[in-house]
């Protein structure tokens, strides 16, 4: 394999990191809680957004902007838990749609900040630094992020399957009436799940912006896009198979955008979710369905 | 006049996008793939008339053709399963989509021209030149008159389809797959069928919208375009056909009339998106309203007077 190659594949398994990441928020939301959240990538995004905002504009110190986007995306989270599925009645339909008119309304509202929606500079603490690994060269940053996504996966793991609170949560996605007469609050339950999917995707978000120095309103879009391929990709209803996808897009998008070029990128792991979904349409892991309506 | 010409063309195209979602809302299927294929016609039937000298009728209809091969590479492996896969799909597909027009560079150098001297789809710099109308003195009036034949063709489909068995088997499906299945309907054929259909109308209208801008890009198909159509089905009321017009022909209007409207016509779509869903998702013009209503069948007795009229004997007395 020619040493190029080779970089860009290490490169894209690191990239992957935060794919995995922000696949687990997705696969919690619309996998395990079976909810199709359009707004969710938006949320990601918005929350970022706005504590950037508020480190450039108002002056809050930096290291507070994490904890800052966390509290704001759980805010915004709960918020559509209520308005969009606690609220909405009836079809499964309904409920995405209304998490379509919250996408916009968050899209809009940053567009109306003191921001534009223009891009927010964000600190990144290990600047630029570079590891030599034999004839490779790595990014310090994109190596604490890979890191950091595979503990949080396995934490999240481990959580699920070997907790009480993670049994809880299952015996509620298997079946709500059951989960009542073993006197769990169902409701509380699921707005828990979802503060914990904020949880994760904000932290994926900030740490994909923080690569990347700055954040914009176009990552909302691309959260969603690549979490909802990779979701696919991996099965709605297998974590490890959301992980396995997540670094496998991540190494096929880098990898392909050395040999055809940063244009069609996106389209590789496009392409691969439709043959996917054509051959084994319930992903590679698992036969669990997305969010069934 | 013109502005209000062009206006109603726009109107007129919106009318043709809201059907196309409407297609498949029919079977309870959400698309928000409908900016990509209306993108897709729109490059097709563009590079048709600009490059081939094509006729517009010609251009359009490819451009319809393509929004339906684009329709069914996304509905066919999707529509096979249960679940919202489908909507998922068309999320990644339109903004795939958005980026490969975005790329996209075909076509020759224009002779004679200073400055712009790329005739086709050219990359970033989107598609111009498209001077069809202009070569072919077609007016503003005289489009807008072509683009409500077309949309008055698709009012008079919609409304035979839903006084039709097909229309019921495609209600039967949203009602209930299982049901649908038991009673020998091919579930996946009919949603495929309903999908592709919105696909070709998505196409027809993109050809349309690409020979009235004349200039074209990638940025014009964003993943908002399908959003707003879908609010256009939702409000507008997603029980009937008059539901997708009348949210239509309203929310392109009321910007055009109202300043603010425009200026907050997002988070007022959103809005009224969430407000509909929570209270009453049936949207504006419900089934039952229509029953209730039942222009067609006043008009029939209006026209009818001679019929004798049967007095009910529940009639109380004075």
Request: net charge positive; with cysteine.
């Amino acid at each position: 394999m020619p040493g190029f190659v080779l970089q860009a594949a290490i490169e894209g398994l690191v990239a992957g990191g935060i794919y995995a990441l922000l696949g687990l928020g997705f696969h919690l939301i619309f996998g395990v809680l079976k909810r199709v959240n359009l707004a969710y990538g938006t949320t990601l995004m918005a929350s970022v957004y706005l504590a950037a905002l508020s480190v450039n504009l108002h002056g809050v110190p930096w290291p507070a902007a994490l904890p800052l986007a966390l509290i704001i995306g759980i805010a915004i989270t709960l918020a559509v838990e209520r308005l969009a599925f606690a609220w909405v009645r009836g079809d499964g339909r309904f409920s995405m749609v209304a998490t379509l008119g919250i996408w916009m309304i968050i899209e809009e509202f940053l567009i109306r900040t003191p921001g534009h929606g223009r891009g927010q500079a964000i600190v990144n603490p290990f600047d630029l630094a570079l590891v030599s690994v034999g004839r490779l060269e790595l990014r310090v940053d994109h190596i604490f992020a890979f890191v950091l996504s595979l503990a949080l996966c396995a934490g999240i793991y481990a959580f699920l399957f070997h907790s009480r609170a993670g049994l809880k949560i299952r015996v509620v996605v298997e079946d709500r009436a059951l989960a009542g007469l073993l006197g769990i609050d169902a409701a509380s339950v699921t707005r828990w799940t979802f503060a914990l999917a904020a949880v994760i995707g904000v932290i994926a978000g900030y740490v994909f912006a923080t690569a990347q120095h700055a954040i914009d309103v176009h990552i909302g879009m691309w959260a969603t896009l690549k979490g909802l391929v990779i979701l696919v990709l991996g099965g709605a209803g297998n974590l490890w198979g959301v992980v396995a996808a997540a670094l496998g897009l991540g190494i096929m998008e880098r990898v392909g955008t050395e040999l055809a070029g940063p244009g069609y990128r996106d389209l590789i792991g496009y392409g691969l979710m439709l043959c996917l979904l054509a051959l084994f349409p319930h992903g590679f892991g698992g036969r669990a369905r997305l969010a069934s309506g | 006049m013109s502005y209000w010409y062009t206006v109603l063309t726009f109107t007129g195209i919106n009318v043709l996008l809201a059907y196309s979602v409407y297609a498949s809302y029919m079977t309870g299927q959400v698309s928000l793939g409908q900016s990509a294929f209306f993108g897709i016609g729109a490059y097709t039937a563009a590079t048709l008339t600009v490059l081939s000298g094509a006729n517009l009728f010609v251009a359009v209809i490819a451009g319809g053709a393509a929004g339906t091969i684009a329709s069914l590479f996304v509905g066919v492996p999707t529509l096979r399963l249960r679940g919202y896969y489908l909507t998922v799909a068309t999320v990644a597909f339109a903004e795939a989509i958005r980026v490969v027009l975005h790329n996209f560079r075909f076509g020759k150098p224009r002779e004679g021209a200073a400055g712009d001297t790329w005739q086709g789809p050219d990359g970033p710099v989107g598609f111009r030149h498209i001077s069809y109308l202009n070569e072919h003195n077609i007016g503003t009036f005289e489009y807008m008159s072509i683009v409500w034949c077309v949309v008055l063709v698709v009012v008079v489909v919609f409304a035979i389809l839903e006084r039709s068995r097909l229309g019921r088997v495609l209600r039967i499906i949203e009602e209930d797959q299982i049901v649908a299945k038991s009673i020998g309907i091919n579930v996946s054929f009919m949603k495929v069928g309903a999908f592709a259909f919105g696909g070709f109308l998505a196409g027809i209208g993109g050809g349309l919208y690409a020979h009235l801008m004349t200039f074209i890009s990638g940025d014009d198909f964003k993943i908002y375009l399908s959003a707003l159509v879908l609010a256009y089905v939702v409000i507008g009321g997603g029980q009937t056909m008059w539901g997708p017009l009348v949210g239509a022909v309203i929310f392109t209007l009321l910007p055009e009339v109202s300043r603010p409207v425009k200026e907050f016509r997002l988070e007022l779509f959103g809005i009224l998106m969430i407000a509909v869903m929570l209270f009453r998702p049936a949207g504006m013009i419900s089934a039952a309203n229509v029953r209730k209503w039942a222009v067609g069948r006043r008009l029939r007795a209006l026209l009818d007077r001679s019929s004798p009229r049967v007095s009910s004997p529940m009639v109380r007395e004075p």
